[in-house]
């Protein structure tokens, strides 16, 4: 035929990818679907088709389904089969797609709609890529299928006929393909020009989608992944604008819930992003099982985004737990946005308790209108008055610090009237307070709205509104000025109380609402979650100075001051007798900070481990108060930053004895109060475990006979290594590390299940808390690395050796879960023969989460990464460690199989070298605790250890009936 020569079937072949064009495993069920009489065109109802097509077929007055219809799509899994040798399918793929040319010319089509932008496009590249099983199976319906394409090109070509946004960037890749399938060079160049041109105002700089919804992010980028692609197959220069596509997956991934979903900002009904493939989105789809989370926890997208989130449930924390919320700002007027400028959502605890309304559908429709206004949204409403459908929202202050996020957004889209937003948000309480102010040139009544999620129920409180989901807990409450407040759900007329679930489908969900009056006012509103069912608690400190909100605040997680002034957010103690709060400092993350030159480190830790040293000899507290002075001035003179001082405010409270002693056990202090018993007092009782303590000097310090549960506090240099000693009988000491900390809710040090450890009755332990944490106040995991000076693994070796001795037992059994594993691992590696009971370990700490990486070696070495050639590269890493010291070792690994990440990045490198080693003994145990690094739980790790006392023919004492 004639027309083999001028079109490149190769070509058709080479762009059959994409949406809806790739081989899977179910081509065959939606061929024979097909070929069996049936049109499924998701999410509408099956149609059964006709014996005769009639392309004006009304089979819905859905534009959506008939768009669908036009653009031969559906047809392509009878393609695919077609392909692999499937002659029925192709013989239908045929009968369809010669029908629809045949009645649906450009110039007079069946339906008006089935030549409109986007359907175009996509059914050109329906019948481009069939061309390869054409020329095959049929190569006579070239003569109709070759003149549509040729008349796609023409069409396409037409700059009358283009759309705007995704659906020019449809038609383009149409165009494009049309272009290499006829082999017409002066097509596929308009084509390129245009998807040039196209990107540049689709993207910003920072990789962030135009068109104002999260769902079209996704999309876009999917689309747009498949363009760049297109050009790439085709050997054609790549504009280099596009590389700003591989910023997307991050912003994605912070876009994402804890539930895994999409959070519903514009056109948006959930969905996730699992097809994007990148490491960041697969953490997040898989609930931090696989793949690598982001590095920060907030990020302010200038062009109008906000998502900020407790974690990424790296750390021993279930993902689906972690508190998310999310601000949308900037244009109002974005092609897929909503008029949300300004909205709010929250998630916390597993429940989305502050939501968007969602997409429903396109088109018309009351449910489909409520979803667009602003007053479906989380924000506040002037009551009568008509909104600039072209204002813009603006982000005007954002102050990010460790201690609480603070941004401000400005709203001027009522005439006359200015609408400024605070949201205050504790990091340490994962609560939000919201400050909506209103300034108004005449009255005026604002109605400060929150839209809840699906599945919550709502009770008016005398502060305002009481949620619950199940046994999960939450509030919205008002403090200040009284507002009236009212709530509603699946109110039919006028519409209100309803979120979106899906394509036409809705819940009812309750409308929460403040309302006031006058020309100048604000709403202050606290939303935050219970902690694990509990009933949040929010108190007006009524004696705060004028210009400040002072919120007292216990969640059920942690208990404290939230202090909001004009320029500056802090938070302080909970006690009524908590000192005042400074202003706040803007400042990043403690990974962020630039790490302290190495002359200034060692000045600090020298100043350190010298005035601990005097005061150990010291004879008075008068003295060691003295002392402590000293080290707050080497704090000042070096200008250390209150967050790293490397130890200071720990050598402070021990030079001082500070004991604290909270006013509610959820009263948290960063700081660690006073380990050291440095005149030997009977009273003395340091740590939340209130015991006796004795200072020791060096690892190597001799252990007196111990008769009760004691705290030994040994002063290592600078730092000072706590274990907590539980003596029994047996003759097996059982040697405990912990691994992350979350610093809001647990007071230094930690011994993680030292009481549980005991009820095993299992023989005497010891629980190391680990003083890395020392030396940065927001420090969650410190691996128990010590610092440049001190080597805490064979430091602890040591210490260990000695305990043993002292309460006469002869085996050694380390555990430790995540961080504590890697710490197990470490300091088995200096004691030859001990058991090691590793439960989801790292290895090596290269291949952890970067952020908590760096801030512990910025913490510990003043570094943010270590050279390959480095002396301390043992101390990070288990295998070198390992080998460098030729260590025997008995490992048992215990991993959670739903955690792929550790799996990959540690468990396997781990099995592989023990695994060739003589020395080594490696026993494997596995659960199935869901997706995600996950904790035993206490009945599984007494399973766990009591197999391996079984295995090492442990005595152990008698149990107590």
Known sequence: MTFLIDIDVEAARRQSFGAKFEHTARDEALAARVQAGFLDLSPHAAWALPETFDWSAQATQDRNWHAQLHMLRWLDPLRRRA???????????????????????????????????????????????????????????????????????????????????????????????????????????LAEDRMSSLFETAYDEEGVNAEGAIAYHFANYIWWTAARRRLEVEGRPVPESLQLLDRVPIELAHAT?????????????????????????????????DGAPPEDLIRIYDAGYLFARSGWGEQERDFAEETFWSVSFGHADRVHGHADGGSMTFSSMGHEWISDPGKFQYGHGDMRAFCLRRDSHSLPVVVDRDYDPKSVVACTARRIDDAVYDVTFVDRGYAGVRLIRRIVYSVSGEYAVVIDSVQSEETCTVVQHWQCG????????????????????????????????????????????????????????????????????????????????AKPQVETVRSAPKGQVRLRIDTGRVAEQLVIEPAAASVIGYSDNAEGAGPSRARASTSAVAPYAPDVRASVLEAIARNREAGSQASGRATRAALAERLRAVRANHGLDERIDLGIEAAVNDLQE????????????????????????????????????????????????????????????SIVLPAAVHPADGDTLTVLFHGAVDRARTSLPLFQRFRFQKELQAGPTVAFGDPTLDLARELRLGWYLGHERVDLAPAIARAVQEIARSLGTSKVVLQGSSGGGFAALQVGAHLPGSHVVAMNPQTDLRRYNVVAYRAAMIAAFGVRELDATSSLVPRIDVMRRVDELGAEMNVTLVMNSGDLFHEKAHAAPLRAFLRGRAATFLDEIRYDLGPGHRALANDEYGAVMGGVYDRIASRRPQRQA
Request: charged fraction near 20%; aromatic fraction near 8%; include cysteine.
């Open 83 to 189: 392909e692999r040798g499937d002659d029925g399918a192709a013989d239908t793929w045929l009968r369809y797609a010669e029908s629809w040319v045949r009645h649906n010319p450009s110039s007079a089509p069946a339906w008006a709609g089935s030549w409109g932008d986007m359907v175009d496009g996509i059914r050109a590249l329906a019948l481009c890529v069939a061309v390869p099983f054409v020329v095959r199976r049929d190569p006579e319906a070239l003569q109709w299928l070759v003149p549509s394409i040729e008349e796609h090109l023409r069409w396409l070509s037409d700059e009358s006929n283009l759309g705007h946004s995704n659906h020019a960037l449809h038609q383009h890749q149409g165009l494009f393909v049309c272009g290499a399938v006829l082999r017409n060079e002066e097509a596929m160049a």
């Open 257 to 289: 819930k804890p539930d895994g979903k999409l959070v519903g900002i514009g056109d948006t009904d959930g969905g996730n992003v699992k097809a994007v493939g990148h490491p960041a989105t697969t953490w997040v789809t898989s609930r931090g099982a």
């Open 454 to 533: 699906a599945g919550t129920d709502a009770a008016l409180s005398d502060r305002g509104f009481e949620l619950s989901a199940g046994e999960k807990r939450a509030s919205v409450v008002y403090t200040g000025s009284r507002p009236e407040w009212d709530v509603v759900s699946g109110q039919e007329r006028p519409l209100r109380g309803w979120v979106a679930t899906g394509w036409k489908q809705r819940s009812p969900a309750p409308s929460l609402r403040f309302t006031k009056t006058g020309t100048a006012f604000r709403f202050i509103t606290v939303i935050a979650a219970g902690f694990r069912g």
């Open 658 to 717: 500070t004991l604290r002693h909270p006013a509610t056990p959820r009263e948290v202090q960063k700081d660690r109060a006073a380990l050291v018993n440095w005149s030997g007092r009977a009273d003395f009782r340091a740590s939340t475990l209130r015991l006796p303590g004795i200072a020791l000097c060096g690892a190597d310090a001799v252990v007196p006979s111990l008769s009760e549960e004691t705290l030994l506090a040994y002063t290592l240099g």
